[in-house]
């Protein structure tokens, strides 16, 4: 199967810059999708990288190497709000969309 | 903000049970999903549905499940007779297409949290 690697858990202080990896298998890659996860709720999305480079959205950006099977999720001037499960996923060909997540990384922003 | 939604929010039921999960997938939409996530675990892919058939399933979606689309609204997750270790989160989600670019996004429910006991 298909496996996506991401750290369990990263503290970061409020105010500051935070980088979350995620490693993945390429064979049949297509695109790497990152959400945010609170506590017993739904994830919401952040973002889907097909291209290689950086995709920025706000305080939150995302970078994609195709070649090298990377992604990073980029979150600035943090806020304690952002203290969440960020999940990397994985769309893979040949699937009508489903998603392969990885285990999240849980980040907690202390002031 | 159009929204997928999910009922009930929380269901207890007895091992051996048949629970029914529901979901209103974004109107638009043609793609629908399932996933659940145990308590502390990852997020893990249960069935693709398109077109009113399974387009694919995991090896976690077994006899014991059967999804379907009743009407142009509703998508449901059925569970025949369920079991210690089905307790989890499920969540329902839906797209417009297939992920082709990076405004494609998979819109997910808030869940149904289903307890065995």
């Known amino acids: 199967g298909q496996n996506i690697d991401q750290p369990t858990e990263m503290t970061a202080t409020e105010g500051a810059i935070v980088q979350i990896n995620c490693t993945y298998q390429t064979s049949g890659f297509n695109g790497l999708f990152w959400y945010q996860q609170h506590a017993g709720e739904a994830p919401t999305f952040l973002s889907y990288n097909v291209l290689d480079g950086l995709e920025e959205k706000g305080r939150f950006s995302s970078f994609l190497s195709r070649s090298k099977g990377y992604s990073y999720l980029l979150l600035k001037e943090l806020q304690m709000k952002d203290s969440a499960s960020y999940l990397c996923a994985g769309y893979y060909g040949g699937s009508q969309g489903n998603l392969i997540f990885g285990k999240g990384t849980k980040l907690s922003v202390k002031p | 903000e159009p929204e997928v939604t999910q009922t009930p929010s929380h269901q207890v039921t007895q091992m051996g049970q048949e629970v029914i999960l529901r979901c209103v997938p974004i109107?638009?939409?043609?793609?629908f999903y399932w996933y659940r996530q145990i308590l502390g675990q990852k997020v893990e892919f249960l069935v693709s549905f398109y077109n009113n058939e399974i387009s694919e399933k995991s090896e976690i979606f077994d006899d014991q499940f059967s999804v379907e689309r009743p009407d142009g609204s509703n998508f449901t997750l059925k569970i025949r007779s369920t079991k210690l270790e089905d307790s989890a989160m499920y969540f329902c989600?839906?797209?417009?297409?297939?992920?082709?670019?990076?405004?494609?996004?998979?819109?997910f429910g808030p869940g149904t949290r289903l307890t065995v006991l």
């Open positions: 109107s638009n939409h043609l793609y």
């Open positions: 989600a839906s797209t417009e297409g297939v992920p082709r670019s990076s405004t494609d996004t998979q819109y």
